[in-house]
């Protein structure tokens, strides 16, 4: 395994800014001086609209981009050793074409357990066992032999992390995990992602526009439009306070929320207005606009 990292801060963000060029245009800032840390074995949601820059964060975190100013480390290392190292497990946002990708659910765990390994030299005893743990942790292990295309949203989402797990790691990020998910496989995410946390110590995050996928999974809040609105403050936003601001989206998720609301009231508005910055659209009072559907319910 992994030895330990010498600090419990898994992930560590400093100030980053990135900007995508743009041939004839001036660069498109995705990101402006974002700064994060993640402790060890935390769960982290990213709450944030479509266009935040959510994904762009998490390839920064992977290496897949480089930010033009500021630094982040993975377990105390660059975010490309870190995932060469394997430490980084990485849920990508649902992509149709692997519906209809001709393998099955082991095979696909396999697969990223032996990336780089031809497949010709046949699967070793150990890779096989691997795969076979990674799907029981994640609840697969009657799925291991249907086609992947066969899955639905919930059992795919959960192959897919089963496949990210195949690699160790000791972090986990996944972008908008709920996407294409009918209301019991998200409680199932939800319930999912607090036992990898227990079993395996894993560090999470998760980023979505959907508040129902960060209020079911995650520990603390941040809210990413461009620059990080909200982060850290000790009595912000909470799952439970969100839970409260959509408790309309949520009761279709989980019915009644209602035993979330004194802690959401705890929380009085004037001790933490200062941590919201100008942008951000949650609300702890009953706003029929907080909705991230915009649909008002
Ligand atoms: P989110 O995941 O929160 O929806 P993204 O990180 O995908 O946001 O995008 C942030 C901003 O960067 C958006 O304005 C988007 O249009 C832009 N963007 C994303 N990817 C690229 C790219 N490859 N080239 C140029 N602009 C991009
Ligand atoms: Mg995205």
Known sequence: MHPEPATDIAIDIRDVSFAYARPGAEPLVALER???????????GILGPNGGGKSTLLKLMLGLLTPQSGSISICSRSARDARRARLVGYVAQRVEAELTFPISAREAVLMAIELGTPPWT???????????DCLERVGAEA???RPIGSLSGGQLQRVMIARALGRRPR?????????????SGQQRFG???ARLRAELGLTIVIVSHDVRAIAAGCDRVACLSRTLHYHDAPAGLTPAVLAEVFKH???????DVHMDAHRAAECDAKDHAHTHGPGCTHDHHANPHASPRGDGA
Do not use: Y
């Open 34 to 44: 974002v700064s994060i840390q993640v402790r060890a074995g935390e769960r982290l």
């Open 122 to 132: 046949g699967r070793s005893r150990a890779s096989r066992d691997l795969a076979a």
């Open 143 to 145: 799925l291991a032999d």
């Open 171 to 183: 972090v986990l990020l996944m972008d908008e995990p709920t996407v294409g998910i009918d209301p």
């Open 191 to 193: 319930e999912l992602v």
């Open 249 to 255: 989206d949520l009761a279709a998720v989980f019915g």
